[in-house]
């Protein structure tokens, strides 16, 4: 009998139709970037979006090393992502037009941030662990969005490496090679707004993620 992936495989096909689909590959690797570097930096020394990262966190503060406090915001990221990841999977089952309507969703879900943020009411530690746990739902839907990674890298440095050493360099490596630079840029861009107007720390991260919405959500042309 035949066996359905419906409920395995993200939104997004494994292929990307075209420039617009790695535009808005290009657009979301910039947003997590953004969301990381804003939440590392004004959340609280861990990730939105880099469990990796957090699962070290985790295990260097159960060792008696770290911030105070490290675990619970660690847990928090796990958990919102972990939750954040199952909507996605459901909805990308469930819903028409999935895609559009899960980044609609992410880009909420950043939206609240940057505006929680930049009225600032976000003033005690329990804000902050409610702040994560929006940005990190939205990281966790954005990895259910594609196949293609737009939330962690290892594994596609890892291959895009490999494949140079041996001289296989393959048709849509650049657009690779894009998607990380976009990472760093989106981080960078966040990370400046922090240093230059603080209350503006989250907006990058939304925008990118808005743009990469407009992208996905305008019908093609046949």
Request: glycine share 14%; hydrophobic share 55%; charged share 15%.
């Amino acid at each position: 009998m035949p066996t359905s992936t419906a409920s395995t495989d993200p939104a997004g096909r494994d292929s990307v139709d075209g420039p617009r689909g790695h535009a808005a590959l290009l657009l979301l690797s910039a947003a997590s970037g953004a969301a990381d570097a804003f939440v590392f930096i004004c959340v609280g020394q861990v990730f939105a979006g880099v469990m990796t990262g957090n699962l070290v966190l985790l295990g260097a503060s159960a060792a008696g090393a770290g911030e105070e406090g490290v675990a619970l915001r660690v847990v928090t990221a796990l958990v919102s992502y972990g939750c954040g990841v199952a909507w996605g999977a459901v909805t990308g089952e469930r819903v028409w037009r999935r895609l559009p309507a899960m980044l609609t969703v992410e880009v909420v879900l950043l939206a609240a941030g940057a505006v929680l943020w930049g009225l600032d009411l976000i003033t005690s530690d329990a804000d902050r662990l409610g702040l994560l746990a929006l940005m990190g739902l939205a990281m966790g839907i954005q990895g259910r969005i594609r196949a293609t990674p737009t939330n962690y890298f290892t594994g596609t440095l890892t291959s895009l490496v490999g494949r140079l050493a041996v001289g296989a360099w393959r048709r849509g490596d650049g657009w690779v090679v894009g998607r990380l630079v976009a990472v760093v840029a989106g981080a960078a861009a966040a990370a400046l707004a922090v240093r230059g107007r603080p209350d503006t720390g989250a907006v990058a991260a939304a925008a990118l993620a808005a743009a990469a919405l407009l992208v996905e959500a305008v019908p093609r042309r046949r």
